[in-house]
Each structure stands twice: as structure tokens, then as C-alpha cells.
């Protein structure tokens, strides 16, 4: 991948970890003869919600075309 810009932002709630966010943009590089398909990946953290509505987000992820959704616990 061949960076293209990369974008930085801080939250103003204060919490006992940073409050930060990344982005970063890129596109194949064309030189690698790498075969390859266009793929967006997005990712979140989920914070104090019921579990019981994780069933509904992930059929309506797969519905609108997601390929895969997943959750990983985190403390």
C-alpha cells in the first residue's frame, strides 16, 4: 500500500487512557504484481452497550454487504 495521507484527531472527554483516533489512507501499489481486491475495513469500539442488540447490528452489517463481523472483548 502506498500511504497516501494520514489523519489525526483527540477527543475532549478525559478517561484514564488516551482519547485518540488514526486514519489513514492508501491505495494499491500498482508497481507489485500482486493480484488484489478492493476491501474497506472499518472498525469501532462499542462502549456500554446491551449485548443483547449485537445480534440485530451484525444481520444488519451482513445485509448491507459486510463481509465479516466480529467482536473482541476488551477490559
Known amino acids: 500500500m502506498i500511504i497516501k495521507e494520514t489523519g489525526y484527531g483527540a477527543g475532549k472527554t478525559k478517561f484514564p487512557f488516551p482519547n485518540v483516533l488514526r486514519v489513514i489512507l492508501g491505495e494499491t501499489d500498482e508497481s507489485a504484481d500482486i493480484p488484489c481486491d478492493l476491501v474497506s475495513i472499518v472498525e469501532t469500539n462499542i462502549d456500554d452497550m446491551?449485548?443483547?442488540?449485537?445480534?440485530?447490528?451484525?444481520?444488519?452489517?451482513?445485509?448491507?454487504?459486510?463481509?465479516?463481523?466480529?467482536?473482541?472483548?476488551?477490559?
Open 50 to 75: 446491551n449485548p443483547e442488540f449485537y445480534d440485530s447490528i451484525f444481520e444488519a452489517l451482513f445485509t448491507v454487504g459486510a463481509l465479516d463481523v466480529y467482536l473482541t472483548p476488551s477490559l
